[in-house]
């Protein structure tokens, strides 16, 4: 019997997401023969990103665009995506672990009664279905598991799946009406785009972050320099974002954002357990730090012991020079 | 203003995690109030002393969790409700299930939980409960105003910051950043002792076990593998620049 799979998919700031192209690679992991692969985008203003995402592999592109849908709002979302999951009955649901997706992907789940297996970083199939492989605490342990009924409700961690590639074909784009809910109890006021223009923590390739060391609010300013050079991510640890250097939203580790980055450079960081369960599954680890004998250089694949106001900004000229 | 706290027991960050007989071991590992339901606990006394009323704080699992459920008690809060039944699994659909069902008895202007819990990470059981006691919801809040009959919440989404308003009763969760944690006072403590504490089994919510049959199970539980030290450049820091610029380039290969 032909089951159907749906990819919910995102935008940030007008553009498709790295992670969604992973999460309907996700799909395609889980589907068998005759399994359909529908691709959810809900938004404002979605005509070419729509046209984008139907040439990824997915078997139809349904759309749901309007105004009232331009921020998420849970309870708007909600009752965008409901009635296209009531109508195609799905076998399973992937969303992004990203804000949108670890707060609609739950809403969903209580919706269909369903389970969930959230920050899914692998996925293979068994003779007993499929079966996906999650962190817990931040990444100091893994879990395999699978659902023991359906629908199945999947988020996955940004930056661990392949993503889906161009399939030489393009799906049917289906546009599906909006009827707002009945009554709404949650009122977007407003969003500040903080972030506008650099590159999200989670989803980040190459990842610049500091700790205790750099000191002070502006010594972030040559990490930020060597990012920029990099096209990376700013990140702290908990030690800097306590003693004021830095905003929260930017701390990883076991409390913050838990990272898999290609390379992650770890500046005046020391290496408490905390902070490692949030970045040790890092491709690549740099660490800079004066204390050789600091416990990030037992995770790090290169140190550099030294002082890191005088080697970062060395790093940003030899990485200017090398990506010229 | 009622509000109620969902709390959860966790692992102290710090701690390492050992593997014995398919189980995380739990022998002389210091437990904790999740970190992001303390924020929750913290804002919920919070309101109280501003506006009355009374903190209910509720927990569903292992015995244990009533330590962390008296330190919230310690804190400020004045009843305490801990859910424990070992019929009841660790997935969420079950937790969800269980915890609305005492819910749903309650009343409440306010439910405050934290953003996600730092064992399992899966953040997903305020979210459904929001949802199976049907209530709007926000969650990963920074900042929360609460007033009449709404409340205004600052939410992270990756770094924006979203003002969110929602009508009351309604569900919050908490994100670092939203207040600083007391700690209990000696007082606190004594008085602690003599606050109102109520255990719950699945039959006292009306439940049985086949109502709340997990929706996933675990399989298999394991280590990452452990990273090896790499290696110390050497020479002066503009030739340790330069090197690691060309290690990352041909030994690496991640630029």
């Known amino acids: 019997m032909s089951r159907m799979l749906v990819v919910v998919a995102e935008l940030r700031g007008g553009k498709l997401r790295q992670v969604s192209y992973e999460a309907l ?81 739950p809403v969903t789940a209580a919706r269909l009664q369903a389970g969930q297996i959230s920050d899914v970083v692998a996925i293979h199939r068994s003779d007993a279905g499929p079966v996906f492989n999650r962190p817990l605490y931040a990444g100091k342990a893994f879990e395999e598991k699978r659902f ?56 980040a390739k190459i990842i610049v972050s500091g700790g205790r060391g750099v000191k002070s609010r502006e010594g972030f300013q040559p990490l930020e320099q060597l990012a920029a050079v990099l096209g990376a991510a700013v990140g702290a640890s908990r030690g800097a974002c306590d003693a004021g250097y830095c905003e929260y939203a930017r701390q990883i580790g076991q409390t913050g954002k838990v990272v898999t980055p290609e390379i992650y450079i770890a500046c005046g960081i020391s290496g408490a357990i905390q902070h490692l369960a949030g970045m040790s599954q890092s491709r690549i680890i740099v660490a800079i730090n004066k ?26 000229e030899e990485f200017r020079k090398a990506l010229a | 203003m009622n509000i109620y706290v969902l709390m959860k027991q966790t692992f102290d960050t710090e701690e390492r995690i050992v593997i014995q007989d398919g189980q995380v071991s739990e022998d002389g590992v210091k437990f904790v109030i999740n970190p992001y339901d303390e924020y929750a606990v913290e804002e919920a006394i919070r309101l109280k002393e501003k506006e009355g009323g009374t903190v209910v704080v509720l927990s569903a699992g292992p015995e244990r969790a009533a330590e962390a459920l008296r330190t919230a008690l310690a804190m400020g809060a004045d009843e305490a409700v801990l859910l424990s039944d070992d019929r009841l699994p660790q997935d969420e659909y079950s937790v969800s299930k269980a915890l609305a069902a005492y819910l749903a008895a309650e009343s409440y202007d306010l439910l405050l939980g934290g953003n996600f819990s730092v064992d399992h990470g899966a953040g997903q059981v305020a979210i459904r409960l929001a949802q ?57 403590i004594m008085k602690a002792k003599k606050k109102p504490f109520r255990r719950l089994t699945l039959e006292d919510v009306g439940l049985t076990e086949d109502d709340v049959a997990p929706r996933t199970e675990r399989l298999s539980l394991s280590l990452p593998p452990e990273r090896q030290a790499g290696r110390l450049l050497k020479g002066d820091p503009a030739q340790q620049a330069a090197e690691l610029v060309s290690l990352l380039r041909t030994e690496a290969k991640v630029i």
Do not use: C, W
């Open chain 2, 132 to 188: 199976l006691l049907d209530l709007p919801h926000a969650s990963s809040v920074t900042k929360l105003t609460v007033s009449g009959g709404k409340a205004v919440a600052e939410r992270d989404a990756e770094g924006d910051a979203e003002t969110v308003e929602l009508t009351l009763p309604a569900l919050v969760t908490a994100q670092q950043g939203l207040n600083e944690p007391r700690y209990p006072s000696l007082p606190g």
């Open chain 1, 291 to 316: 204390d050789a004998e600091a416990p990030i250089f037992q995770v790090a694949d290169y140190g550099i012991v030294g002082d890191l106001f005088e080697v970062v900004p060395l790093l940003t």
């Open chain 1, 25 to 105: 690679q996700a799909a395609k992991t889980v589907q068998e023969d005759g399994d359909r692969i529908t691709a959810v985008l809900i938004g404002s203003g979605l005509e070419s990103e729509a046209q984008e995402l139907a040439s990824y592999g997915a078997d139809e592109i349904q759309v749901v665009d309007h105004a009232d849908l331009a921020s998420y709002n849970p309870e708007t979302y909600a009752a965008a995506l409901l009635p296209i999951l009531k109508a195609v009955q799905p076998h399973a649901i992937f969303f992004g672990h990203t804000a949108l997706g670890r707060d609609l992907a």
């Open chain 1, 148 to 203: 023991t009924g359906g629908p199945m409700i999947v988020t996955v961690r940004p930056n661990n799946l392949p993503p889906a590639e161009p399939s030489g074909t393009t799906a049917g784009i289906i546009r599906t009406a909006y009827s707002p809910p009945s009554s709404l109890r949650t009122v977007i006021r407003e969003v500040v785009r903080q972030m506008t223009g650099q590159v999200d923590l989670t989803e």
